[in-house]
């Protein structure tokens, strides 16, 4: 399993978008969270993969600004031969459709889901806020509306497995 290391992370993010430091911005504060959530749940007894998260969380939005750019993401990552970084990279923003299970390990794909959605840029929201701004924007067209609500019931049961996990608060790491 080949993961890039922090400094080709960076690298390879600064290559595809270094047009918009704002996005390097966002994509580092996302990094710091996710790793302090990972380091958090590692000490209470559970064995994620550390260089994976960062490395994930890094490149999370390397195509950003592109249709699709998780799948977009993913796709130059596992042609760049990063195929597990890809895998977390394509389900950043949705977790593939799917809420986990509460019994169901935690993942380092939700490590970085939680992370990216505890950010809207660089400013930490809670995911209530963050979803508040998306519902506003969208609230004439119901398909989106619905999507989006979705997603933020997906955001809370992740929240709530990974806070039940840490035994604290996700705003406290």
Do not use: F
């Not at 890039?4 to 580092?28: F, G, I, K, W």
């Not at 939005?61 to 890809?86: F, Q, W």
């Amino acid at each position: 399993m080949r993961i890039p290391n922090r400094n080709d992370s960076l690298e390879l993010l600064q290559s595809h978008q270094c047009d918009n430091p704002q996005r390097v911005a966002h994509s580092l504060a996302v990094a710091q969270l996710a790793m302090a959530i990972g380091q958090n749940l590692n000490a209470r007894g559970l064995a994620l993969d550390l260089e994976l998260i960062e490395a994930a969380a890094i490149l999370h939005d390397i195509r950003k600004g592109h249709p699709d750019h998780d799948r977009s993401g993913a796709e130059l990552l596992r042609a760049l031969d990063y195929h597990s970084t890809a895998a977390v990279v394509e389900v950043h923003t949705r977790l593939g459709g799917r809420t986990p299970a509460p019994d169901e390990p935690i993942t380092e794909a939700e490590v970085v889901y939680i992370a990216d959605k505890s950010y809207r840029r660089t400013n930490r929201v809670s995911i209530e806020d963050r979803y508040s701004i998306w519902k506003n924007t969208w609230k004439d067209n119901p398909e989106r509306l619905e999507s989006l609500t979705r997603g933020e019931n997906r955001a809370k049961a992740v929240r709530e497995r990974i806070e039940k996990a840490l035994g604290q608060p996700l705003q406290d790491v």
